[in-house]
């Protein structure tokens, strides 16, 4: 696939997430817009941040498998939550449906002061194949 995850020596070293993530010859890369904690009608899921996220992985899912593609094959996600919410439920919501036998990917995580109304954290994502 010509995908290196990179974490150099001098850095931290996280099992949740990569430093860097290098593709390396052309392939299929899927750029994943923002998905919101909604079920397929629009409408949120929960009050919380992990029902939320739980949901958001569950949409990350289905996009993914549309194209052959699993979560394992992320390189890179983007996370924004709601000022005042910890992302300690939403890493919960990660370990249930990450194999943590795959690469762990890059990840930048925002605190912003509002989304969507009743949407908590949202997640977009880069994934090659």
């Known amino acids: 696939m010509g995908v290196r995850h990179i974490n150099p020596e001098g850095l931290?070293?996280?099992?949740?997430?990569?430093?860097?993530v290098v593709v390396e010859q052309?392939?299929?890369t899927i750029y994943i817009g923002g998905q919101n904690g909604v079920d397929t009608d629009g409408r949120v899921v929960g009050p919380t941040v992990g029902e939320q996220a739980a949901r958001i992985f569950h949409n990350l899912s289905t996009i993914l498998e549309s194209e052959g593609a699993t979560l394992a094959n992320i390189?890179?996600?983007?996370?924004a939550v709601v000022d005042g919410h910890s992302f300690d439920e939403g890493v919960a919501a990660f370990?249930?449906?990450?194999?943590f036998a795959a690469p762990p990917p890059a990840i930048t995580v925002h605190v912003v002061a509002g989304l969507n109304p009743g949407?908590?954290?949202e997640i977009d994502a880069v994934a090659v194949v």
Do not use: N
Not at 14 to 20: D, E, K, L
Not at 75 to 79: A, L, N, S
Not at 95 to 99: N, P
């Open 12 to 20: 931290h070293r996280s099992p949740a997430f990569s430093q860097a």
């Open 26 to 28: 052309p392939t299929k």
């Open 95 to 99: 370990r249930q449906v990450w194999d």
């Open 75 to 79: 390189v890179h996600w983007t996370i």
């Open 119 to 121: 949407c908590l954290v």
